[in-house]
Structure formats: structure tokens, C-alpha cells
């Protein structure tokens, strides 16, 4: 199992990092963070290199950690600044140190080439600061999955009717076809169903009780961020493609964190640009999202379950796959492309959400 | 790890099958069966060749199966009849179908060359309708056991005395030779232990105190059915080996399914001519039935625990092993058989039970 | 995974072994051991060679053991003396038996070449039996760690302060250097902290409150058994260094046996010249060594887990590592020793412990 190396993945939400000393598996990495004495966040390889004990079963000293087994220190930047019992420090003794940037309750980490690491390449979007807009942190939902099935996932507009009925999909969309483009590193899937009764979601929120239409537009920003934004609007109002500010307008936020090759974390979130001021329908979206995502999680799991069992023959496709067979090519060109050190010149593009 | 595919196994009790989509493992395969509306049973490969669902997580419509995670659909034959958002349905679309047969009481699967699955192979024995007899079925055990091992268990009289004293055996026959005989593709081990004290079964159900003749016939239809005919009758009676109707009997019927290397089921009932209007007689025998199959179950999985570790030395064999040698060298035989595609002409005889 | 074979291991407490038939697994090897009615024990391969059945599953018939599955029935040697339905009894038909030493309340056992096993060679030290001593039994420790992790941290007196600060080490002998040397099979590892604080352990046991003079010697007998000589005296009695009797000495004894290669049991007891008609005293310091030895296991069970993952660069070696190296070292050479069948001619040195 490979994984894409060179790109910021989300290590965990804001308030799951404190001055204690916790371990993380990121990437098949176990990795100790901790919040400094200054409040940024440290992240180093979790084992002493010399006898292997996780640091994180060591103890702080002021913004250092002493190994539990012999006490050998290491500064935040993985630098050892102590052995007991000798006075040289040998180059070898170090644990590497991950570069990580903290930004709007978001922890990012980046597990590959150091000198690649560009805190502006880190995903963003204007919403998250827009007073228009309201931004509130979900779960961090753990799947027994590998994070390629769950990123499909994310981008598969199809699969909402099914998995989802009473939520995020209705029978009304079964036949829709689906958009697919890309733009850069970012896979897009969409489709509108017009003219169509209400999702339960916007029952609830939008109060809508006559026809609607409504949108879905899956952004895939490979390799491990997916954006959704959908909404309704009155099918009266009749919106054009670009109005949909105008609607009951959310965008959910998945960010992937590889955990190993067949275990995944979904930190989500919302985005909204409704009921800005409802702290209760916030935890009211939250139960429905719960309830859609535990879904997934058990459709995942299955297939997890299957996918490792020997195969008799491949697997079919269908046309609805379009924007996952497009995601898986991008991967497998990323791991290549990392694996033959052809790690080009040219800068990685942000992904920086825009509309 | 290979199984001898071209046979009928039970599948399960009719009691296990109703209108739900439920799975079961047999012989390494994940199988979905499910009752039609016309009351016959389907057996479907449990997996979507799309991405891999199983299709018990999906939804039932009508006789069909619709996938729970993108709604491809199939019959009840394994061919799809839709798959949402486009209206050709290539020819990869189908899921295996299994040929399934019920009688007794009991579901019969066929996994193997679909062409050579003919139901008249299916076992039979007439005492299952004969108004002189009672069929009355028993439980579904499980066995963390290669299903081989169990097998052997059931076509080994001499285990009886050690293994189940308080019920199927006792010392009067530790030293009594056992006798092992093949019919076509049955083999059949059998002893009688003349003017001997009555196990504890039939000085509960014959009501013996004084000596008895006693015998167990075990026939094992290969791979996977046996048929334990035992019974007493009074010394006094001196009966003929042919004359065994006379006696209190019992037919002990044992069909197993792989489930996988590891993993057996034993769905067990008997068959009697004692007792027969007597439902509480069933149930105490049961309850005799089930310590001493418990005592197999505890031995065979011990056996099994030892099999999967590295041997130092090969097993010996002894004198009571030539039922369980004849039966693994005919199964060896079949799945190389089966493996080179010699697949002969003449079809495999009916295992129709007959005294 | 390879372990040194010709070397007696502790077995078990004598007071695990009675009359019943219990498994004990040893090298990885399933032995089955009981109590004879002469009160000696048994020890045989617990595992018959016919069908594999763990023989401590089956029947004392006296001293032998009757199999629970088809009766087969071994003597205390290991020798097959009875086959229920043959007479004839095949040489093949015998299991392992194993050379057993019983001393000081502590069953020896010896699973490699039979004919070099000597019980003059088995770890003894005068202690045991002198009046002014006394020998207290404790635990038997199960770690799920490989047993050279396990040896190598007891030859080890600088983990002391930073794993056990509460009970065996303080900070005053954090920078104290380790004196290391071999003597035959024995590798020693000292150090000597005076005028400092004293450890818990000793202000509790020797009233201790001013500072004293206190010694660690590690005595590791290779592959398996340590003796930790440490004790303290008033820094005022400028205690020599074979003065050690004059303190407050206790010998911690551990012997380790190699279960499987990551699970090891550490059955630990002490001996000691104080307090040595106090049975208070003795619970006390269990106590105290179960809050220490908890805190190792924690460690140990910890650092197996990183091993078994892959890794990425070798571990670094330190100034204090000196005893774990010639340990691990003499350990490879023993392996490869006894698999090159160079067994030597000279008898293995006894472990004999002398001041």
C-alpha cells in the first residue's frame, strides 16, 4: 500500500491536540503531537530511535520530550538534546519532525518531501471567514476502509439515492445523469434534478414543501479533500447554474486522513449560508449527517471486507463511475510519479476552493 | 485449500430461509438465499460485480435484488435487469446463481458445474416418509474445524468408547475390531458389541437394564453426508445383523458444509422407529445428541488448533484409521479430478440410502 | 524465530503443578506436565501422534495418559503402551519426553539435546538455603514481548531511574556510568550511586531517611535467568565494595521463559538479609516490585509492537547499551551454534552464583 505523500493532510481538528502527549497514525506513520508552550503544535515520529518505546509514553520537559525507557531527550524539532550516561550526541540520534499549520480549527500535517511543504498549497475556502456564511466542525468518523473506496465515495452523486433515502437523496434523482470535469487536481461531479420533491434535509431546513430543484456538485480535490455543495430553491425561482447563492446553499467538508492501508478518518464539517445564527440546527444537521455517514461507513466496511478476499474475476464499471475512475488514474499517476523520484519542478497548485 | 465442488451440500435447515436476504458461507463462497414469492428458494453470489457490495445489504423488489449502494439489479437467475443512470446492461452484469433444491425439510446447494447438478443425486432415504418412522431434526453446529476432520470423526466407531461414555459409548467395545467395507461412493465402518452392558442412550429410550446387542453402522457418503445407524436389542433376541428393524434403532444423519478451511457446520436429526408419537423423547434425545456433540466439537477443534501449527513429524496411522484413509484418498482423488477437468462422462451415482 | 535450546529453563513454581494434566507452552513447544503419585513430575509432548489431540485433554490412567480421543495410552516416558483395537504397538507410536529438575520450589525443564542435560548445570546460589537469608517466591509475569527484550532490561541499570522512579531508581543515578564485564556465560552490569538520596524501596525497608550508598549489580545468565544484586548502607559506613552483606542487600531473581517469540514469562522471586522473619515485609516488597515490573512490562509490550512494524533505519546504539549488545551477540552465537550441530565436546559451565 502506497500512499500520495506530497500533499497536506488534515492530522486532526483543533481541540484534539493539548499539552499532552498524543499519538497519531497518519499515512501508516505514528506520529506524537503536542501544543508548545507557545500554543503552535509539534508532530514527531513517535519512536526513539534507539530502543523504539513511543515517545508519546515519554514525558514533557518544558517543549521537549524525555523517552520513557532511558530518557533520551528530543527537542520539538526532533533534535536529541540529551543521552544520559554520555555527553556526545551522535548525528543519528534525531526523530523526524513534521511540518504542521494550524488554520480555522484545522490541523494540517505533511508527511513527504519537506522541502515541498508550502503552507499556501493548504486547501481553503472564503466561507470559512465570510460572515454570510456559518462554519461548524462535525466528527472525526473513523471507517475500516481504505481512503481510495471512501474518496470515491465523495465523488459519486449516484449512490445518495440508494445509501441515503431519507436524507440526503430521494427517488427523484435515481436516473439523473451525472457532469464529470476536472479542473487541475480537482475532479468535479454534478448533476440538478429539477422540478422534484424535497429531500428530507431541505424539508427540514429549508421548509420546503413543494417541488424544488435541487443541486449536487462533488469537488474531488485529489487526494484526500472532498467539498460538496448542495441546495434547493424554490422551482418557481427558477436559478441558473451560478445562482445558487441564491438557494438553501451547504457545502460539507470531508477530509480524509489515511490512517493504513485499510482504515480512514473522515473529519467532516459544514459550510452554510442558512440559519447562520442556529446553534440547534447546526445539531440538527449534525443527526442527519450522522445518520447519512454511518451509511457509508457500513457500505464501505462491506466492500472493505470484500475488496480482501481473492477475487474470481474484476470488477465491472459502469457509467455513473466516471469521476472515481478519473480519481483513481490521478492516484496512481501521484504514487508513480513520487516513486521515480520524477518529482518535477513546478510548484503543486493550491487548492483553493472558488465557485 | 480445495473443496470437492461437483456435490450437493445442505445449504440449511428450510427453517433458516424465509422472505429476508440473508448470507451464508459455503464452501468459502458468500452466497445470499432468500425464499420467492412462490415459495422456492434463490441463491445468489453475495457481491455486486460493481463495487463489490454484498446484495444482502441491498433491497428486495419483487423477486429481485436491488444493490444497496448504486441500485444495479438483479433477478433471481443473477442477471441484472437495471442499472441506474444508463440503459445498456453489458453482458458483465450478473451475479453466479446456484442451483438449490429443498426436501425433508432440508436445502440442498449445488457450487460445482452447473451442467452436472441433477437433484435425483440428491440424498434420500425412504424412512424419511415412512409412517413407521420419525424424522426429526436437530440443530445447526458449529465446528472451528476442517470440515475432512469432521468427516473422519463420522466414519470412526472406535472413537465412541472415549469420547462419549456417558451416552454413545462405554468400555465394553474399546477392543471390539471395527469393520470397513466401501460401497460406490460410500464407505461404511461398522461393529456390533454383542452381550454387553446398554449405553446410556438406550437404558434411557429402550429401557434396558440387562445385556444387549449392540451396533453401529457409520456410512459416509462422500464428501460430506453421514449416516450413524445404531441400536440394541436384547441378547435374548439374538438377532441377525440383517434383522436390525427389530431392534430400537436409530439413524443419526450428519450433513456437513465447509464453510471455509476452518470452519464446518454439522446440521444433524435423527431418524427412529422408537417412540415415534413421543415429542418429549425427541427432545431428551436432543439433549443427549448435544453433550456428545459437544464432546466431538471440543476435540476437533483442538485437533484443528494443533493441524495449523508447524509439524515436527507426520501423524501415525493405526489400525481403527481405515475409514478415515479411504475417505481422504477418495476426496484427494475428486478435487484432482475436478481439477484437471476430467470431468468424466458418467454421472455421479444417487447416494439414495438403502439397507 | 530460533531459541537456544540446550539450556535449562524454568518450567513453572512448583506450586503450578499437581496432579491434574495442564499445558504449559515452553519455546514454543506444547508440553503437558503433571505430578506423578511419587510426587515427581512429568513432562511430555502434549500432543498424541495419531490424530494431534492434546494429550492434556485425555486421562491420567496412573502415572500414563490415556488419549481422549481413541484411547491411546503413554507412559510417563513418553512410551506408547496401549492401542485399542491392536496389539501390536509401532515405534512410531511415542511422544517427547522431557528432562525435569525440581529445586527451591522451581521446576527446571530442558527441551533440547537430551544427553547434555545435566541438573548440576541448573542456576543455583547458596542463599537459597542459608539461615541468615530468606527466599520469597512472587509472580509469574506474562509479557507479550520477545524474551531477549525481556533479558536485555535486566542487564540494564540505567532504565531504572526513568522507568521505576517511584520504587527502584531516583534522578540522582541518572548520569552514573555502567561498568560492564563478562564471566563465562554471565554478563554483569554495575554502578555504584553514593551519598545520594535513598530509593523508595529502601527508605521503606531500611528507614533510610539520610543519604546512603547504594549498588545495582545485574548478573545475567545467558539465555534466561537474572539476579539484580542492589542494596544500600548509610553513606557514613563508607561501605567497600565486597562489603555488600554488611547492607541492606536484596538479590531480585527473574527467570525468564521464552513462550512463543513475542510472549515471554517472567517468574521473579527475592532474596534477602532483612527482615527476613518479616512475612509483612515480604507482601510488601511484591507490592512494590509489581508497580515496578508493571511499569517494565508497559515498556517491553510497547517496544514489541514497534518492532513488529516495518522499519525505516536501524536503531541507534548508546554508551549504556554495552550489556544488551554482548548479550544479544552471545545469544546469535549460541543459535548458530547449536544449528550447525558444532555442539562441542565441552560441558556447558554451570550457573552457579558466586560473590
Known amino acids: ?10 492530522a486532526a481538528w483543533s481541540s484534539e491536540i493539548d499539552d499532552d502527549l498524543r499519538r497519531f497514525t497518519i499515512l501508516d506513520e505514528h506520529i506524537v503531537m503536542y501544543r508548545k508552550t507557545d500554543g503552535t503544535i509539534a508532530a514527531l515520529e513517535d519512536r526513539c530511535p534507539h530502543r523504539l518505546l513511543p515517545l508519546s509514553l515519554g514525558t514533557r520537559k ?3 520530550i524525555q523517552c520513557g525507557y532511558h530518557g533520551m531527550t528530543f527537542d520539538c524539532d526532533g533534535k536529541c538534546v540529551r543521552i544520559p550516561g554520555q555527553s556526545n550526541l551522535p548525528s543519528s540520534a534525531y526523530v523526524v519532525s513534521y511540518p504542521v499549520h494550524e488554520r480555522h480549527g484545522i490541523v494540517w500535517i505533511w508527511t513527504g518531501d519537506r522541502e515541498k511543504a508550502d503552507p499556501d498549497d493548504i486547501f481553503d475556502m472564503p466561507e470559512f471567514t465570510d460572515p454570510d456564511w456559518l462554519a461548524h466542525h462535525g466528527d472525526a468518523l473513523h471507517l475500516k476502509a481504505n481512503y481510495m473506496n471512501v474518496a470515491e465515495n465523495l465523488v459519486d452523486p449516484a449512490h445518495v439515492s440508494f445509501v441515503h433515502p431519507t436524507t440526503l437523496g430521494n427517488a427523484a434523482s435515481e436516473n439523473v445523469p451525472v457532469h464529470v470535469s476536472t479542473e487541475g487536481e480537482t475532479i468535479v461531479a454534478w448533476r440538478w434534478i429539477r422540478d422534484a420533491e424535497p429531500i428530507g434535509f431541505f424539508r427540514k431546513f429549508g421548509g420546503f414543501t413543494d417541488n424544488v430543484d435541487r443541486w449536487h456538485y462533488y469537488y474531488l ?21 451560478d445562482e445558487r447563492n441564491k438557494g438553501n446553499r451547504i457545502f460539507a ?8 492501508r485499510d482504515h480512514t478518518i473522515d473529519r467532516w464539517m459544514h459550510i452554510r449560508n442558512t440559519a447562520i445564527d442556529d446553534e440547534a440546527a447546526s445539531e440538527s444537521m449534525d443527526a442527519m449527517f450522522r445518520i447519512a455517514f454511518q451509511e457509508d461507513k457500513d457500505v464501505l466496511e462491506a466492500i472493505q471486507q470484500e475488496e480482501d478476499r481473492p477475487a474470481k474475476r474484476r470488477p465491472i464499471r459502469i457509467a455513473i ?6 480519481y483513481r488514474k490521478r492516484i496512481s499517476e501521484l504514487i508513480e510519479k513520487e516513486r521515480t523520484q520524477d518529482l518535477a519542478s513546478s510548484p503543486t497548485p493550491a487548492y483553493v476552493y472558488h465557485d
Do not use: C, Q
Open 1 to 10: 500500500m502506497e500512499f500520495v505523500r506530497n500533499a497536506w493532510y488534515v
Open 62 to 64: 518544558g517543549d521537549d
Open 221 to 241: 480535490h485529489t487526494p484526500s479533500i472532498a467539498v460538496i455543495d448542495f441546495g434547493s430553491a424554490p422551482t418557481t425561482d427558477n436559478l441558473a447554474e
Open 253 to 260: 467538508l470531508h477530509f480524509l486522513t489515511p490512517v493504513t
Open 321 to 326: 463511475d466516471k469521476g472515481p475512475m478519473v
